[in-house]
């Protein structure tokens, strides 16, 4: 503080100083700011003495300036004294003397400013002797001591109660009279004043006296009160609670109890103010540090108890447990001691005095004091009064009376509370102090719930103001908070009160379920733990809930449900937990859990949804099995449980479908899982892949059909679940949302959830969510009513283009929509003219499908390219996708087998004697109901079906436009609409396999029912690969129909004739667009179909195999899916059997222990493949081979270009060469997914070598045959000039996109099939070459077979064959594989030679097929003894494509032909009967001149041959059998099939490299490479015929296979390509 005081006033005193300091002290008097005035002037005195202490100023200048100042104020005297006050104490501790002594003569000198009386009060006694005011100091003290003694510790003599009593007799009858009178508290109070006077009375004994009658007297507040108020104003203010303090102590004894009275009394005193909480408070007892020693000593002891119930105790530990807890718990019933302050704290909530009683809770732990339950009740009761009038208002439920509540008496209670909002300020409050403790009043409880509920009625009507608004916003967060902190805590320690929970359903349901769960979760998870008694409820709910689980078993669901509701009432968090946990344990527990769940309350099953939910979120839970490729055992349980639970009874579902549409956002599909059982659970829709033919059948009929044998289990009683399924579909807007999800997710599974897991896993994911989305798709449409489904699927564009929902499952969705659109237009349109008129009918329904389907049509133009739209036409697409099997035919069967049923049960029902009568009656109405219903379902859908069939004959000439070619059509036609559909579901693979059958049935314009069934069957490799499990089952069944189709025309010439015979879907010469009529010639006739079903079944047995044989699980699995599939209809050949049966053998041996799923599908496969082995039959009685005839004119071309003439050996080797190149443009395609350049290249160039492979004939025939090709070679060279220009751009064109074709192209193919139609006349050679030509171009462009005719070998040969060829399967297995390794396999076919059996041509095959057995032969060393090639059959033109015609019947010559050459064997030499079809072409075109002159040479060379061959034959049926084991062992192609060149799936990629570059060179030089191969053949026939053939066979064998190594391996592909 800065000086006020100047050291200049000081040294110039005299001069300026003294004036200066004289009005600075005037100027700080005359402060209006007292307190500032006062301190400053004692400042500037201070400093002013302290000056003349230190000897700068003498004390005379001081004296007489302080005489100056004096008089400045009242006080100042006072101030100075105070001043010299402080100095002298300073003065005393110094050590210079000197400064004492200004002191004194300072003091001495002012002593008449000052009085004698002020200084003694304020100086030392010693300074005063020093200045003279008193004689001696010690005598002062003295005098000093006695006065106080006097004043403070002398007491006056009072009268004591025990010394005289008439004085306070007089005051307790005066106190404790009648007070009902006039007598007021003014007038007792003169007469209490007045006894105290006249007997000396004690006025402290007096007020303590007056606290007792009071106690005594507790009614007369009224009178008390005021008493004391006015007797107070005599006492000082703490006496009042001093007195009630020493009255709380008296009672503070271990053995004291202090009355309700003293409690009451003190608590009104407080209510008054009379006394203050805090004076009173530190006489109470136990202290606060106590009450929080004991709070925190209970919490121990909960967990404790907690831990106890948690462990596991043995029997003999219990018994000693028991008896130390009886002890401990002696020990508590003894009495605590009294706790003053709850006494206090009660008596003050008696009275409604909240204000203190509030201030006594917030110094104890949060509801330690409420936890007291007389405290409790006393707070209860307060509520009750406080929200009285408000329920009475609002509160009461109609028809209920209740007890009024009267308000207490005094006016210092709360305010009752009449609004809501007075409810908030007031009540609100109350019950957070509560807390758990509500539960001691179930009254209330009820009243607080009902209060909420007419609560939320305002809340949730709309119509009020802003400001209203927010407040009823603040409110409902209140409520919440008191929901949570109070009602939900009291439920837990209420014991089991069903109404209770009712009760607050009541209010709860009101609530958004995501505030509902938001409340269960705290309760779950944090309110437990918040006060002991909780903690202990929860350990003995567990414990309880165990018991009960522990004896719970179907037999004793009732005892077990009611003790579980029990239970559930007040703490159902806990219970279901508890139960959750044991069901994802044992999932055997569901059944009767879910049947124990019957006496549950509304909010119990709440509660259950919940906690279902949270268990299914656990983040600790891992979701598959540790193998990681199967959905965790827990997950399955749960969803089950998920699915009989919410169908069984009425728990609201939205926050489980949220669930799981969050999860499909967030890129999990596992959750679907929960989805599927609550579909299948509630709404009775059944997604399996194991109907049975009949459920499946049962499944294309109307509703009432489907629900009686379309599904395993019965759907009764699903219609109300399913309807409350729907709802809470439709009020959360979820349904289309779902749907989307799926379908999205469906096609994401590979990349979100495949990662690193198993595909197998993924598979199943996929699978899950397709099934998911189909069954669900499935409920929707037959639930949802037509607008709502209008109103909530938009167009087929929108969903694929906007929400980018795969196009499958868009049109699954949007089907019913049309289905539904259409009928209600047909209806409207029948309503508007009244015609019945079948006609009119049709036209109507007519119209309205083109009303609802044309935006339809113009939607999808956008799904694709606008190439697409070429070849077949939006109409076309759209009424694929849109139609079901329910359009397409009628389950006649199915309807009968039902009805069937229903009869037999109303004659089981008359036949019951047991059933009384009225039941008897009430069955047979239900049956005959039931039966009428089907009848007439069936009648409505056959005139349904009428009509869709009669819809599709007018459209169906626009269908297939084939503006590229009828190939590209059939393309478009699998790839966008057959494939995807038939793996969508089962019914889906039935409808696609029917739908074939009725375009073809429909004779639709620019389709090939050949092409398609043969691309159908062709190639089901990659599709079987890329499948998953489910989606192989369903293929299987697709290939199942189609092959039953096929079958059926297969089984009778009359049903094939008149369902094929005259359709364009047989045409084997594909022309130019619109021309399909064609003469019967053009048609593909009953025998040569059935070559073809052959050539269908040996290619899926060789798809089959090869699948099996890559050790790829997935291949494994599906192919053994899809076999089992098709088992009716395949394996029909008998030798195709045997070689599936022994790879599926061989699967079960190798997958026993290593996979034991594959193991299980493989034995399942087996045993039934084994069961149809009776039914199969040999090769020859599948397709009829002609018997050979005796000396026959030799079989030539008769219609179709260029075969006339052509020599036997010459079309056999022709084919067999096709064969070849076919199979290597299969094998890439197998391998590389048919790159389109390597087929072009090699397709191009296998014309080129048509006659090259001429390697088993005898000289004078290979001599003939190197005529033939030169002149053949000229006449291909000139071909080539005029076709290929027009070929490889095509080619080039079908490589990049394969769906266009230019138009000139077309013109071009038209033109050339004109002139190879002009060309036939020309030398059979020539016309070969043309009809090789135009096939090779044909087939590039189509990729695929057109009409494929096999041959097999006579029946004879069969029979000889039959044991081998299972070996020559293995063998040719054996080659695959080898192939695999690297090696470059010859193509060279191991043909039966074409010519009389020479020991030349005997050597050269042998060479051959050990070529092959060591090259080729399939993989497994194992096998290959005692193992048969499969029986490789002549392809026509397989994977070639340029020309527009391809002839069928060129093959069937050479088909006769190679009979022929098979029979040679045994027979002499004969040649082939024509068969009656090639009779008929045979009239129709004249043979020239040229045809004629080559049957003479061949018959020169025939006649030759028999000679040789007749000797032969003879030696060869001499063979001893054991040198025929012998030949069979090493080689296994003992009258062996057709080719040994190994057609399976996994030959050498490289093959197709060899055959270009042979093709290349030979092109160049083919005249000098055939002339090498003669010499070489000549010189091998020469030498064989030196020694016996047999002899010479053995001998050349095993010198063979010991020489063989690397190099001449490779001389061996050398060489069997030159041969080639």
Not at 55 to 79: C, T, W, Y
Not at 1056 to 1062: A, D, I, M, V
Request: with cysteine; charged share 30%; net charge positive.
């Amino acid at each position: 503080m800065a000086a006020l005081l100047p050291a200049e006033w000081i040294k110039n005193w005299e001069k300026g100083g003294k004036s200066e300091f004289v009005q600075l002290c005037r100027a700080l008097s005359e402060n209006k700011n007292h307190d500032v005035g006062f301190r400053d002037i004692q400042q500037a005195l201070y400093e002013l003495a302290y000056h003349v202490v230190r000897g700068n100023l003498k004390h005379d200048q001081a004296s007489n300036v302080l005489g100056d100042v004096i008089e400045f104020r009242e006080d100042m005297p006072s101030i100075l004294a105070d001043v010299f006050c402080i100095l002298d104490i300073e003065t005393s501790c110094l050590e210079e003397k000197n400064k004492r002594d200004h002191f004194t003569q300072l003091v001495l000198a002012c002593l008449y400013l000052v009085s004698d009386t002020v200084l003694k009060e304020r100086l030392d006694p010693e300074t005063l002797e020093s200045l003279g005011l008193i004689k001696q100091s010690q005598q002062f003290n003295q005098k000093s001591v006695k006065i106080k003694t006097k004043l403070f510790y002398k007491q006056q003599k009072f009268n004591l109660l025990r010394e005289e009593n008439e004085g306070y007799a007089k005051l307790i009858a005066e106190l404790g009279q009648d007070l009902s009178g006039n007598i007021t508290s003014d007038l007792i109070l003169e007469n209490i004043k007045s006894l105290i006077g006249c007997f000396n009375l004690d006025p402290n004994r007096v007020l303590d006296i007056i606290l007792e009658v009071y106690e005594c007297r507790p009614e007369y507040d009224d009178f008390f009160v005021p008493l004391i108020e006015s007797y107070m104003y005599m006492c000082e203010p703490q006496t009042l609670c001093h007195i009630l303090g020493f009255k709380f102590k008296f009672y503070q004894d271990p053995s004291g109890e202090t009355p309700s009275s003293l409690y009451r009394v003190a608590a009104v005193l407080l209510q008054h103010n009379l006394i203050d909480l805090e004076d009173l408070y530190v006489h109470l007892l136990p202290g606060d540090n106590a009450i929080i020693e004991e709070h925190k000593r209970e919490i121990v002891e909960a967990k404790q108890i907690v831990r106890k119930l948690t462990m596991v105790v043995l029997s003999s530990e219990k018994t000693e447990e028991k008896e130390k807890e009886k002890e401990k718990e002696e020990e508590k019933t003894e009495k605590p001691p009294d706790n003053q302050k709850l006494g206090l704290l009660e008596a003050l909530l008696k009275i409604g005095d909240w204000h203190h009683a509030q201030s006594i809770m917030d110094q104890m732990p949060p509801f330690y004091s409420t936890s007291h339950k007389p405290i409790a009740i006393a707070l209860c009761q307060l509520v009750h009064v406080t929200i009285e009038p408000l329920y009475r208002r609002v509160g009461v439920p109609k028809g209920a009376k209740g007890s009024p509540i009267s308000s207490l008496p005094n006016k210092r209670a709360p305010k009752q509370a009449e609004s809501f909002e007075e409810l908030r300020k007031e009540v609100f409050n109350m019950l957070c102090y509560l807390g758990p403790h509500l539960s001691h009043d179930p009254i209330l409880f009820a009243k607080v719930v009902r209060l909420g509920k007419a609560f939320m009625k305002e809340f949730q009507s709309d119509g009020s103001k802003q400001e209203d608004k927010e407040k009823m916003e603040t409110l409902f967060s209140c409520l919440l908070s008191i929901t949570d902190q109070v009602l939900l805590p009291s439920l837990s320690l209420m014991d089991c009160n069903a109404c209770m929970s009712e009760e607050l359903w009541g209010m709860f349901k009101t609530f958004p379920y995501q505030y509902r769960y938001r409340l269960y979760g705290q309760w779950k998870n944090e309110t437990y733990n918040s006060h002991p008694l909780l903690v202990k409820v929860k350990a003995q709910t567990i414990d309880r809930a165990k018991y009960i689980m522990k004896r719970l078993t179907k037999e004793n669901v009732k005892p077990s449900g009611r003790q579980i509701g029990k239970l559930s009432h007040s703490n159902p968090t806990i219970l279901f937990d508890y139960i959750l946990s044991q069901i994802q344990k044992y999932d055997n527990l569901i059944t009767p859990v879910v049947d124990s769940l019957k006496y549950l309350t509304s909010l119990n099953y709440d509660v259950l949804a919940y906690c279902i939910i949270e268990a299914l979120a656990n983040p600790e839970k891992e979701r598959m099995k540790h193998d990681d490729t199967t959905i965790s055992s827990w997950l399955q349980s749960l969803a089950s449980f998920c699915g009989a639970v919410f169908r069984k009874y009425p728990i609201e579902l939205a926050g489980l479908l949220q669930y799981v549409a969050n999860q499909l956002k967030a890129g999990k599909s596992f959750d679907l899982l929960i989805l599927k059982e609550v579909v299948q659970k509630m709404a009775g829709i059944e997604i399996t892949e194991e109907m049975t033919m009949e459920q499946l059948e049962a499944m294309t009929g109307g509703e009432q059909l489907k629900a009686e044998g379309g599904y395993f289990g019965q759907i009764r009683n699903t219609k109300k679940s399913s309807q409350r399924l729907k709802d809470a579909l439709l009020d959360h807007d979820l349904a289309l949302p779902l749907c989307l999800l799926m379908a999205q997710q469906r096609n994401g599974v590979v990349f979100q959830e495949g990662g690193e897991k198993h595909l197998k896993l993924v598979g199943k994911l996929y699978d899950q969510c397709h099934d998911t989305l189909v069954q669900f798709g499935g409920f929707l449409a037959s639930n949802l009513s037509t607008e709502d489904y209008i109103k909530r699927v938009p167009s087929i564009d929108v969903l694929c283009n906007e929400f980018h929902t795969p196009h499958d499952a868009a049109f699954f969705l949007s089907r019913p929509m049309y289905a539904h659109h259409i009928s209600s237009k047909y209806d409207e349109l029948k309503k508007a003219e009244k015609g019945n008129k079948q006609q009119h009918k049709v036209h109507k329904y007519i119209t309205s499908c083109e009303l609802v389907m044309a935006p339809v049509h113009e939607a999808v133009i956008s799904l694709h390219l606008p190439k697409v739209w070429d070849d077949i036409s939006p109409q076309f697409y759209a009424t694929f996708w849109s139609l079901t099997m329910y359009d397409l035919a009628v389950p006649h069967s199915s309807y009968d087998r039902e009805v069937n049923k229903l009869k037999v049960q109303m004659k089981a029902i008359d036949d019951n004697q047991e059933m009384p009568p009225n039941k008897k009656k009430k069955e047979k109405e239900r049956c005959t109901a039931l039966q009428d219903k089907l009848l007439e379902e069936e009648k409505k859908q056959l005139e349904h079906v009428q009509r869709v069939l009669q819809r599709l004959k007018l459209e169906k000439d626009n269908w297939l436009l084939a503006k590229s070619t009828k190939n590209e059509t059939i393309t478009k036609f699998l790839q966008l609409c057959i494939f995807p559909r038939c793996i969508f579901s089962a019914i889906d693979a039935v409808y696609c396999a029917h739908f074939v059958e009725l375009v073809h049935q429909q004779k639709t314009p620019n389709f090939s029912t050949l092409l398609c069934y043969d691309r159908v069957f062709s190639d089901i490799i990659y599709t079987v690969a890329s499948c998953t499990e489910n989606e192989a089952s369903r293929y299987g069944r697709f290939l199942c129909c189609m092959l039953e189709t096929v079958t059926r025309w297969h089984s009778d010439r009359v049903i094939y004739e008149k369902e094929c015979g005259n359709y364009p879907g047989f045409l084997t010469i594909l022309r130019a667009t619109g021309f399909d009529g064609g003469n019967k010639a053009d048609q593909l006739d009953y025998e040569n179909f059935r070559h073809v079903v052959h050539k269908w079944h040996y290619k899926l047995t060789k798809a089959s195999v090869h699948c099996l044989e890559t050790g790829e699980y997935t291949h494994i699995r599906n192919i053994l899916i899809v076999l089992t599939k098709i088992l009716p209809w395949y394996p029909k050949v008998l030798n195709l059997g045997q070689a599936l049966e022994r790879r599926v053998h061989k699967i079960c041996q190798e997958e026993k222990e290593k996979r034991p799923d594959l193991y299980a599908l493989a034995m399942g496969y087996s045993g039934q493949l084994k069961s149809r082995k009776p039914f199969m039959i040999p090769e020859n009685e599948f397709h009829h081979k002609d018997p050979p005839a005796r000396n026959a004119v030799p079989a030539t071309v008769q219609n179709g270009p260029g075969g006339a003439g052509m020599p036997t050996s010459l079309t056999i080797n022709t084919v067999r060469l096709e064969e070849g190149a076919t199979e290597e443009t299969d094998k890439l395609k197998e391998k590389s997914q048919g790159v389109v350049k390597v087929i072009n290249k090699t397709v191009n160039a296998t014309p080129k070598v048509t006659t090259s492979n001429g390697n088993s004939a005898s000289n004078s025939k290979i001599i003939k045959e190197k005529d033939d090709k030169e002149k053949s070679g000229k006449e291909k060279d000139k071909e080539k000039k005029d076709k290929t220009p027009a070929a490889t751009p095509e080619m080039k064109a079908l490589g990049k996109d394969g769906k266009d074709k230019p138009k000139e192209e077309r013109a071009n193919k038209e033109e050339k099939a004109r002139e190879i139609k002009e060309k036939t006349p020309k030398s059979d050679k020539e016309k070969e070459k043309v009809k090789k030509e135009e096939k090779a171009s044909k087939e590039e462009k189509s990729k695929t077979v057109v009409t494929i005719i096999e041959s097999k070998s006579t029946a004879e040969k069969e029979r000889e064959k039959e044991p081998s060829r299972e070996r020559d399967l293995a063998k040719e297995m054996k080659s695959k594989e080898n192939a695999k390794g690297g090696e470059k396999v010859p193509v060279a076919g191991s043909l039966k030679s074409p010519v009389p059996r020479s020991e030349t041509s005997e050597s050269e095959r042998e060479q051959k097929r050990r070529k092959v057995d060591t090259h080729s032969s399939p993989s497994h060393s194992s096998t290959v003894k005692g193992t048969a090639m499969l029986p490789k059959v002549p392809l026509v033109s397989e994977n070639y494509s340029s020309s527009r015609v391809i002839s069928v019947h060129f093959l069937q010559d050479n088909l006769n032909e190679l009979k022929e050459s098979s029979a040679k064997h045994y027979i002499n030499h004969t040649t082939p009967t024509l068969s009656k079809s090639k009779e008929r072409e045979v009239e129709k075109k004249d043979l020239d001149k040229s045809r004629e002159r080559s049957r003479e040479r061949e018959k020169k060379d025939e006649k030759d041959r028999k000679d040789r061959k007749r000797d032969h034959s003879n030696s060869d049926r001499e063979v001893p059998q054991d040198s025929t084991k012998r030949r069979k062992e090493e080689n296994g192609t003992t009258g062996s099939s057709k080719h040994s060149k190994s057609e399976s799936p996994s030959d050498s990629p490289r093959l197709n490299e060899k055959e270009k570059e042979k093709n290349k060179s030979k092109s160049s030089g083919k005249e000098k490479g055939d002339s090498i191969k003669a010499e070489k053949m000549e010189k091998s026939s020469s030498g064989s015929k030196k020694e016996s053939r047999h002899d010479k066979e053995k001998t050349e064998k095993k010198e063979k296979r010991d020489s063989t190594g690397g190099k001449e391996e490779k001389k061996h592909h050398k060489s069997s390509d030159k041969h080639r």
